[in-house]
C-alpha cells in the first residue's frame, strides 16, 4: 500500500476510514440522548431483547458474507486482482451481505438504547453503504462479465425490497 494509492483512493481506502467513524459513531451516539444507559448493560424488557435479536442477526448476516468471500475478502470495496464473484448462499439473498448486517446490527444497536441518536447515525450509515455499494459495483461490472445479471436477480442491501 503506497501512500499515493491511499491518497487517490484508489482501491476505496477514503469509504474504509469513513466507515469505521460511522461505526464507531453507531456505536456511542446513544450517550447523547440516552447517557442513561451504559454500554455493557442487560435489561430483559422488550425494547433491548428485540434490539438484541436484530443485533445478532446483523452479525450473524455479516460473519455469513465474510466467511462465503474467503479469499476474496477485504475492507476495500475494488475487488482483489483473485477475487471471485459470490452469488449463493447468503450472497443469493442480497448481494452486500455484509454491509446489511451491519446496518441490522445498528438498527438493533438503537433499538436496544432506545436512542434516536443511534437510529440517526445507523441511517446515515445506510445511507453511506449504499453509496459505496454503488461504487464497488461499478468496479465488479468491471472485473466480472456476469454481475450485471446478478444485479438484476439480486437486491443490493434489503433482501427482496432494495
Known amino acids: 500500500m503506497s501512500l499515493h494509492s491511499w491518497l487517490h483512493n484508489e482501491r476505496g481506502e477514503w469509504y474504509v476510514l469513513l466507515q469505521v467513524l460511522l461505526m464507531a459513531m453507531v456505536f456511542v451516539a446513544h450517550r447523547i440522548d440516552a447517557p442513561e444507559r451504559h454500554l455493557v448493560e442487560i435489561r430483559l424488557d422488550a425494547p433491548y431483547l428485540l434490539g438484541a435479536v436484530l443485533a445478532i442477526a446483523g452479525v450473524t448476516i455479516a460473519l455469513l458474507g465474510v466467511g462465503a468471500l474467503g479469499r476474496s475478502l477485504s475492507p476495500y470495496p475494488r475487488p482483489k486482482a483473485e477475487a471471485e464473484l459470490h452469488e449463493r448462499g447468503v450472497y443469493g ?37 449504499d453509496i459505496k455499494a454503488r461504487r464497488e459495483e461499478r468496479w465488479l461490472e468491471q472485473k466480472f462479465t456476469g454481475y450485471t445479471a446478478y444485479k438484476q436477480r439480486v437486491r443490493k442491501l434489503i433482501p427482496f425490497v432494495y
Not at 442480497?94 to 446489511?100: G, L, Q
Open 93 to 129: 439473498i442480497v448481494r452486500h451481505p455484509i454491509y446489511s448486517g451491519i446496518v441490522l446490527w445498528s438498527l438493533g444497536w438503537s433499538v436496544m438504547y432506545l436512542s434516536l441518536a443511534t437510529l440517526a447515525a445507523a441511517l446515515v450509515l445506510f445511507a453511506f453503504f
